[in-house]
């Protein structure tokens, strides 16, 4: 799968977006290691903290659906109307760290199909959480 098609996948699910109160759209498309793709978009509530960030519902869909092994995922989101490059929040990067290899799993951030950047779980959460 080329990261140009996933980041569509992305750019598809931001349109799903529910951010009526920071105005922030963000779409995920998720690659399973089986090829399959699980997509998510940001969902706000009214009392803020049961805001749900666009990776993690791609990465709960995915985990719901019995899927556990992970090759990348391509992020995108901006204000209405605007495209930045979103870096993951730290509360997506520990969820992503349950799940994949910090060492192979890739973060696509794009702004567009053409301009992005590719990154390693391990180099965006370095000293992530574990149990031991
Ligand atoms: N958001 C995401 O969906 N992903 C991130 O990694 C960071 C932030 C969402 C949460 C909220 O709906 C909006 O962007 C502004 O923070």
């Given at each position: 799968m080329e990261k140009k098609e996933l980041i569509r996948y992305a750019m598809n699910a931001r349109e799903?977006?529910?951010?009526?109160?920071?105005g922030f759209q963000v779409g995920a498309a998720l690659l399973c290691k089986n090829g399959k793709i699980y997509t998510g978009c940001n969902i706000e509530n009214?009392?803020?903290?049961p805001t749900n960030c666009g990776e993690r519902t791609a990465f709960f869909k995915a985990v719901s659906e019995g899927e556990r092994e992970f090759e990348c995922i391509a992020i995108v989101g901006g204000k209405e109307g605007e495209m930045t490059a979103p870096s993951p929040c730290g509360v997506c990067l520990q969820v992503m760290a349950e799940f994949c290899d910090a060492g192979t799993f890739e973060v696509i951030m794009a702004k567009s199909e053409d301009e992005y950047t590719v990154k390693k779980l391990s180099s965006l959460l370095p000293y992530g959480f574990s149990l031991g």
């Open positions: 799903y977006a529910y951010a009526p109160y920071s009214a009392a803020f903290t």
